[in-house]
């Protein structure tokens, strides 16, 4: 699968998630989500279809710092079927993977986790599809 074809297929099931948690009653986390996919949509490269800069989608490995505690982990970003969190996978439906949808490298951002709201900056950046 090419980068066109991945970056548009992953828009398309990004926005099916968004449908489906709006129909679930779940409108904020729709909406967070929907605000990401736009930021992944107004990063691709006019009529070509792929990012002009490298932007955190599923399949993407990323590397996140908390800019509280300095301390930094290292995930995949998936879609919610393939999620491990032991095995170092993230579905992009958790609080920090919608977070980072869309993200590039260096970008600071907030999310709220479980355990409060986290401050943090992608420091790293990868696809392997």
């Keep these: 699968m090419n980068g066109i074809t991945?970056?548009?297929?992953?828009?398309?099931?990004?926005?099916?998630?968004?449908?489906?948690?709006?129909?679930?009653?779940?409108?904020?986390?729709?909406a967070a989500l929907e605000s990401r996919i736009l930021a992944l949509e107004a990063g691709l490269r006019p009529g070509a279809g792929a990012p002009a800069v490298p932007r955190a989608r599923p399949g993407s490995l990323?590397?996140?710092?908390?800019?509280d505690t300095g301390e930094s982990y290292?995930?995949?970003?998936?879609?919610?079927?393939?999620?491990?969190g032991a095995g170092g996978s993230i579905s992009v439906l958790s609080p920090l993977g919608s977070a980072l949808i869309g993200r590039k490298r260096g970008e600071r951002f907030q999310y709220h986790s479980p355990g409060g709201l986290v401050r943090a900056e992608l420091v790293g950046l990868s696809d392997e599809d």
Excluded: G, T
């Design 6 to 30: 991945a970056y548009a297929d992953d828009l398309k099931r990004l926005k099916a998630f968004a449908k489906a948690l709006h129909a679930n009653r779940h409108s904020e986390r729709a």
């Design 62 to 67: 990323v590397s996140v710092r908390n800019l």
């Design 74 to 84: 290292s995930y995949r970003l998936v879609y919610p079927a393939f999620a491990d």
